[in-house]
């Protein structure tokens, strides 16, 4: 009797992949699995398609491209990585009833999956700065050039992939999922050793809770300082107002963005915690699999956000660049008005960069 309790005991402290025999057998009905697989097949396509349109209509202006686009851009391409390079290995596994594609995959796969989910994540915290700059100290937009934003792109990519690799450096490891036919990062390592948990401290505070308050904390000042300027923009004349109204559609479309990037996230970091540091086997598996399949959905958002907002970016209206691009130099060629008013010499310099980016 006392021998059954250890070995029991000795199970539910092992990796849920290490609890049953085949770590890539599926753990769900094969009913479910197929509605796993067609839901993640209607997800791929359309991110792809969606992502796709994006990067092709932003090469037809590849030269004409502002900062600001620059970086949705790269968001674009985060998301279509994960959608062409990751979801097909989940698809197949999902319709196959198992992970077909062994241990050197299934870390492939997990390694895709964070370096483009970190990716995203810290592209949308270098938005949510842009903004927060763009709207709060509105002179910081007239240093900005395209050179500054490719040294963010580098410092992003570089971010991503330091995170992403160190796993394979023996500080952290890649492994399946609870329900055995997708893998991730081996969360189960907190419960094992000290290094492990400190292992797991470091990715949820860098790449999780530091980006998530640097963004939240960017558009509540954002938004503090639109209530306090609201009064005093409707004092100007119709065409600042505009402008200003323009600005605000593209912060707006920034701020939806990462709520829905977060929304679809957020779940799934919050099972992995706790799969992490708490009670062993608490997450049972039938339950572990629905954030996993919320946050596989988020590169499929964005597209979609740019379509409903209609926020005619230049990304996707390359065509009237040509007249707007002459409207745009002359008013180069005068100087700024600037008043005794901050806000206004601060609004008319927003004038410019907002009337050259839509």
């Not at 770590?23 to 094969?30: N, R």
């Not at 329900?179 to 949820?204: E, H, K, P, R, Y």
């Not at 939806?256 to 099972?271: E, R, S």
């Not at 990304?315 to 100087?335: A, V, Y």
């Amino acid at each position: 009797m006392d021998s059954k309790q250890n070995i029991s005991s000795e199970d539910v402290s092992l990796p849920p992949y290490e609890q049953h025999g085949d770590p890539f057998e599926s753990k769900l009905s094969k009913e479910a699995d197929i509605v796993a697989g067609f839901y993640l097949l209607v997800i791929g396509i359309m991110s792809t398609l969606g992502n796709g349109y994006v990067l092709y209509m932003s090469t037809q202006r590849k030269k004409k491209l502002r900062p600001a686009e620059i970086m949705t851009v790269n968001l674009a391409v985060c998301d279509l990585g994960i959608s062409v390079l990751g979801k097909p290995f989940s698809i197949i596994a999902f319709f196959s009833h198992r992970w077909i594609f062994g241990w050197s995959a299934c870390r492939w796969y997990g390694w895709a999956g964070f370096f483009f989910g970190i990716g995203s994540l810290i592209t949308m915290t270098a938005v949510s700065l842009d903004r927060y700059f763009k709207i709060c100290y509105l002179s910081y937009g007239t240093w900005l050039k395209r050179c500054h934003a490719f040294i963010c792109l580098g410092i992003i990519w570089s971010y991503a992939t330091f995170w992403a690799t160190i796993p394979f450096a023996g500080l952290g490891n890649y492994a399946p999922e609870p329900f055995g036919t997708s893998c991730t990062l081996d969360w189960w390592l907190a419960q094992g050793s000290v290094a492990g948990q400190a292992f797991i401290m470091n990715i949820l505070f860098f790449c999780l809770l530091f980006p998530t308050a640097v963004i939240m904390f960017s558009y509540i000042k954002i938004i503090a300082k639109v209530k306090s300027s609201t009064k005093e923009v409707a004092h100007y004349d119709t065409r600042i107002q505009k402008t200003h109204v323009l600005e605000m559609k593209l912060t707006k479309v920034a701020m939806l963005i990462c709520a829905g990037f977060l929304i679809a996230w957020i779940p799934y970091a919050v099972v992995s915690v706790w799969s992490a540091f708490g009670r062993p086997n608490s997450v049972p598996i039938k339950v572990s699999v629905i954030p996993t399949l919320l946050a596989k959905s988020a590169a499929m958002y964005n597209p979609v956000i740019y379509q409903v907002i209609d926020c005619k970016s230049a990304c996707c209206r390359p065509c009237p660049l040509k007249p707007l691009q002459k409207k745009t130099s002359l008013k180069r060629s005068q100087p700024y008005t600037i008043s005794a008013d901050n806000n206004s010499e601060v609004i008319n310099e927003t004038q410019l960069d907002s009337e050259e980016t839509l």
